[in-house]
């Protein structure tokens, strides 16, 4: 495994840092093994939030943190932990967003259900517009100096908006987010258009998520028949199996497939290697849901991608920048 400082920070993550949405997993016990496993491999950060569960199924919010927590028993202090908040909890109407009442109230329950003390980088998972920023900064900041949360960053946010919750957290001489989550891939480059010059100028971290498009990056789909019974994209009836793989993405689709095959290299490897290779990217974050599926892809790190190939990658992808 390699690591590297997240953003100007002085904690160093594992590459690739392990989520638990688990979308395809439904057996706990299976996900322990799982992560047990992502450790044995070197990954030291882990990607959790208050909503994720297996199989996407609200009923099963809050279970990926429990399921943490237990692993997390006897190397606590070795791990980069994350959670989140903003996202809707329950039906009430502050069961969800950046209020200073919504944010204590699930970092209290957070630390909880991970059975521990602290959270070691505590994300906003979207931007809030019915909340003052400045109640959110000031919660925020309270949290790290109660030693509660070592770190913030934020989920989803435009570069406008982490522009401006930057600004005020230095007008207040508050604690500010150290980097960014979001989006990327090779089917979707938008972070290079605004957000990755934020990212330079103010030394944050990147967290790409979805670093293969939730599964289309890494050869399971055949691009001329729908997804496979009981598979992500077929169970995902709101998702676009068509639109999402035809015109330009076939393209990249196929580039990827036929590149990796000429290098000796999985399409998964070869996707997250061209996310890493990205100056700006400190973290790719995996979303497996098998023991096997973290060992391929932790073979995407430990060798480089050569310039020739970033470029036809690069060219390849260009219309999803
Ligand atoms: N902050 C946010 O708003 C946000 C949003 C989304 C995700 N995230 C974080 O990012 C993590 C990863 O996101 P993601 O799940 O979208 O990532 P992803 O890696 O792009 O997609 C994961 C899916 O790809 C398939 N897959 C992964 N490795 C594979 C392999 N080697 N071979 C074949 N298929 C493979 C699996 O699908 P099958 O189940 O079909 O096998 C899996 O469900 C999440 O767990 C979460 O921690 C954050």
């Known amino acids: 495994m ?4 997240f953003g100007t920070t002085g904690l160093k993550v594992s590459r690739l840092a392990l989520g638990l949405g688990l979308r395809g997993q439904q057996s706990e016990s299976e996900a322990k093994r799982m992560i047990e496993r992502a450790l044995e491999l070197g990954i030291n950060f882990i990607d959790c939030a208050n909503i994720y569960g297996p199989m996407d199924d609200r009923a099963n919010i809050g279970r990926s943190e429990v399921v943490l927590g237990q692993v997390l028993q006897g190397r606590r202090d070795d791990l980069v932990i994350t959670t989140k908040v903003a996202s809707q909890v329950g039906s009430g109407p502050n069961d969800r967003g950046l209020s200073r009442y919504h944010i204590l109230r699930e970092v209290e329950r957070s630390l909880k259900r991970l059975n521990t ?11 809030d517009e019915s909340t003052p920023l400045e109640e959110t900064v000031r919660a925020f900041d309270d949290l790290v100096r109660s030693g509660k949360v070592r770190y913030l960053a934020c989920c989803n946010y435009a570069a406008w908006q982490v522009g401006r ?22 089917l979707n ?11 330079r100028d103010q030394g944050l971290g990147v967290m790409a998520y979805s670093p ?8 399971a789909y055949s691009l001329d028949q ?10 995902r009836t709101d998702w676009d199996f068509a639109a999402s793989t035809g015109g330009a ?16 290299k999985t399409p998964s490897q070869l996707a997250l290697a061209w996310v890493l290779s990205q100056p700006e990217v400190s973290v790719a974050i995996l979303g497996p849901d098998t023991i096997s599926q973290v060992e391929e892809n932790v073979g995407a ?12 990658l690069d060219a390849v992808s260009s219309a999803f920048v």
Request: proline share 4%; glycine share 8%.
């Open 212 to 219: 293969l498009a939730v599964g289309l990056l890494t050869g």
């Open 301 to 312: 790190v430990g060798w480089v991608l050569d310039a020739t190939l970033k470029a036809k």
């Open 165 to 186: 919750a930057l600004w005020l957290a230095d007008k207040l001489n508050a604690a500010a987010y150290a980097g960014v989550q979001n989006p990327y891939s090779l």
């Open 2 to 5: 390699e690591y590297k400082n």
């Open 226 to 235: 729908p997804p496979p019974q009981g598979s992500l994209w077929a169970r």
């Open 117 to 127: 003390d602290h959270i070691d980088i505590y994300l906003a998972h979207m931007y």
């Open 189 to 199: 480059r938008n972070l290079e258009r605004e957000m990755f010059g934020l990212v």
């Open 249 to 264: 993405a076939r393209e990249v689709i196929s580039t990827v497939v036929a590149l990796a095959a000429e290098l000796g």
